[in-house]
């Protein structure tokens, strides 16, 4: 069986018209493809192919389907069968195996959650156009804000009473789980433990992934309805099922109509997607408020090369325009930019205007970036030639990210036109802006060499690198030596290291750590048992004096259990959980088993952590030899989790500290005298852990 992660995969990786067009040759027409049938016999083509709906058909003998139908067909193959030829297709490995009850309870989990928000999108609407507050409240700020019935409609809007718990009490009698409620984000959990909804007295705007799903809502707070409510909109936490960076308002809607027209155009809010729609612009998608990132433009790059920004006409649009740009070019798109008439944003002008007068107003007022960029900065630089030079720094700057060639090229030649400069001159500076960023994590890392290498000059000054190895062994063998159990018969077959991490709850919160160091350190472990876990850094003497092989995950196990801490993220526990569980498996690569792995989440980690695998860190050894990271994990990992352990323990001590000068707790002995025991404990590792490192600790 192939586990429902891997089909996923191939299906978003699977284009239709990719996979048709090695068996038949089409030719545009319309948004469409055409081409003769391969199923039979035919003179005129009658074969229609649609890259917006996933799907062809023959309009002769019937026959047609998704991209996996047409391999069944054509192959003459079973659905798992065509689903492998897929995956060979698009180099993506499948396991057939029967999933674990971990794999099957997330699957039933993600599938659970999914019939969750669609209730309470069923609900809000029932309450939006069958209830008196409902008509009242909602629908009259819905219409007043010009909106037609078939529109709300069309876009599932909803509204949610006032009343704090009336979802939630509703969803408990038709037998939704609490937790589940709460999983989505619809409710939370109030501190006396009573389930309120998240959206209450808002009007409500559900997100649909690509496929029509709703993923995630947005509720917009009314005035009328409700009172000391600060934040305008509040949005859908991330879940197990909505990723906020992978989603578009909109697309959903959208996607035929940006195939038709071969163009996006990009907004910032739900209202302005909306608006659009009804004044008859339906290639419209928003980020929602939200910076634009990667995952988003590539979702509109399936279906189009070229986007429009479109933005309020004020100061804030205008730099947000420049700041999405770079990132758009880097993508590979087409950009060009509309600023409105100041003063309007895309939901006010298109109340103002029909399609044909919107669509008339941005064919004549948008630009590319160049000229955009350029005619916005040289009004801002005026005659000063500082700010001039800075002006084409930041325009060459943009050019370089483009990843085509041709495409630079001719950026560059209307740029010179424009600035009135030496073309010569601009495709140095580029050139020189891209052999900079390919070298910028070299630097990085070479920076940190330097760094490690002056501590340890300070502290080993006279070590040579024989004098270093056996050092490091030592220190390793001195873990295993605390950490194992010396009355335990050693066993033929070896067993997998238990992880620490099992039945953990993290002390400190879990949100919002992302930049701080103990998290950043905790990457860099999560970042070498990825690459490096089933490797071995050193050999150890055992017991009975016989040298027995240390991996980088065994060894980043026992170090941890030795002071008793923790990873604090629940990712990069499972991560290490893991790692110990297969170390022993025949063939396990720790890389290709992460990379591959069916949750996307850890898929996705995996990739962004080995994707310089193959960079050099420029570290030099005296007779000048290159030395990668990998010959150099017995010197690496033991400082990489000293600066872990420094850096948890001296965060959990500062957590521990700012929650015994709440009065709330300092007055209630239950929770003060844990805390001041776990403080005690703390401070104790943080001794014993400074005088075995001394003066060898690496802080940045």
Not at 323 to 347: A, Q, T
Request: net charge negative; glycine share 6%; with cysteine.
């Amino acid at each position: 069986m192939i586990d429902q992660a891997t089909i996923d995969r191939i299906m978003d990786a699977a284009q239709i018209v990719d996979v048709v067009s090695e068996f038949v040759t089409l030719r545009k027409r319309g948004v469409n493809y055409i081409g003769l049938c391969p199923f039979h016999n035919e003179k005129t083509p009658s074969f229609s192919v649609s890259p917006s709906k996933g799907v062809c058909k023959c309009f002769s003998c019937g026959k047609g389907g998704n991209v996996v139908h047409f391999i069944m067909e054509h192959e003459q193959l079973s659905y798992y069968e065509a689903l492998k030829w897929l995956a060979r297709k698009y180099n993506i490995e499948v396991k057939e195996r029967e999933l674990t009850d971990e794999e099957r309870q997330a699957q039933n989990l993600r599938e659970s959650l999914f019939v969750v928000n669609q209730f309470a999108c069923d609900y809000f609407q029932d309450i939006l156009h069958n209830s008196l507050d409902g008509q009242r409240i909602g629908m009259t700020y819905l219409r007043g804000r010009g909106f037609r019935d078939d529109i709300i409609r069309k876009f599932q809007l909803g509204y949610c009473t006032d009343s704090r718990d009336a979802f939630a009490q509703t969803a408990l009698k038709k037998g939704f789980k609490e937790d589940f409620l709460v999983k989505t984000g619809l409710c939370y959990r109030k501190d006396d433990g009573t389930l309120h909804d998240r959206f209450w007295g808002r009007v409500i705007f559900p997100v649909h992934t690509l496929s029509g799903k709703v993923v995630a809502f947005g509720g917009r707070v009314l005035n009328a309805a409700t009172k000391n409510v600060q934040m305008k909109y509040v949005n859908s936490p991330e879940s197990e099922i909505y990723h906020k960076s992978r989603e578009l308002y909109g697309i959903h809607f959208a996607k035929q109509a940006i195939v038709r027209q071969d163009r996006c155009f990009l907004v910032e809010g739900y209202t302005d997607v909306i608006s659009m729609h009804q004044s008859g612009i339906e290639n419209v998608v928003a980020s929602s408020g939200t910076a634009l990132t990667p995952d988003q433009i590539r979702l509109i790059h399936r279906f189009t090369n070229n986007i429009t920004v479109l933005y309020d006409g004020d100061g804030a649009g205008i730099k947000a325009s420049i700041r999405g740009i770079d990132m758009l070019l880097e993508e590979g798109m087409n950009v060009k930019v509309c600023l409105l008439p100041d003063g309007d944003d895309p939901d006010s002008f298109a109340k103002k205007h029909n399609a044909t007068e919107y669509q008339a107003y941005i064919n004549g007022h948008e630009v590319d970036f160049i000229r955009f960029k350029t005619s916005l900065l040289l009004e801002e630089a005026g005659k000063d030639p500082i700010k001039r030079a800075s002006l084409i720094s930041s325009i060459v700057r943009s050019i370089s990210v483009i990843p085509e060639e041709i495409v630079r090229s001719v950026y560059i030649r209307e740029c010179a036109q424009l600035l009135d400069m030496d073309e010569k001159i601009l495709v140095e500076a580029t050139s020189r802006l891209i052999s900079q960023a390919k070298e910028a994590r070299f630097k990085e890392e070479e920076r940190k060499r330097q760094r490690e290498q002056r501590n340890a000059r300070q502290t080993v000054k006279t070590e040579t690198p024989q004098e270093s190895v056996t050092r490091q062994t030592a220190d390793v063998q001195s873990v295993i030596d605390n950490s194992r159990q010396p009355e335990k018969e050693p066993e033929e077959t070896p067993v997998p290291p238990s992880s620490p991490e099992d039945n953990f709850f993290p002390f400190l919160p879990e949100e919002g750590n992302e930049q701080k160091l103990f998290f950043i350190k905790e990457e860099l472990l999560v970042r070498m048992i990825i690459r490096y876990g089933e490797k071995v850094m050193c050999y150890v003497e055992d017991e009975n004096g016989e040298e027995k092989p240390l991996t980088v995950t065994e060894y980043i196990i026992d170090s941890l259990k030795e002071d008793g801490l923790h990873f604090h993220d629940a990712l990069h526990r499972k991560i290490l959980k893991e790692a110990a569980e297969h170390l022993y498996d025949e063939n396990f690569v720790a890389e290709r088993h992460f990379v591959n792995h069916p949750d996307p989440e850890v898929s996705k980690l995996a990739a962004d952590l080995s994707s310089d695998r193959y960079q050099l860190s420029k570290y030099h050894s005296r007779g000048q030899k290159i030395i990668t990271d990998e010959e150099r994990l017995y010197e690496l990992i033991p400082r990489l989790i000293i600066d872990f352990k420094l850096s948890i323990v001296e965060e959990e001590m500062d957590h521990t500290l700012k929650m015994l000068g709440k009065p709330e707790i300092a007055n209630a002995p239950e929770q003060c005298i844990p805390l001041m025991k776990r403080y005690k404990d703390l401070h104790e590792i943080q001794s014993m852990m400074s005088k075995k490192a001394g003066d060898r600790i690496l802080i940045s």
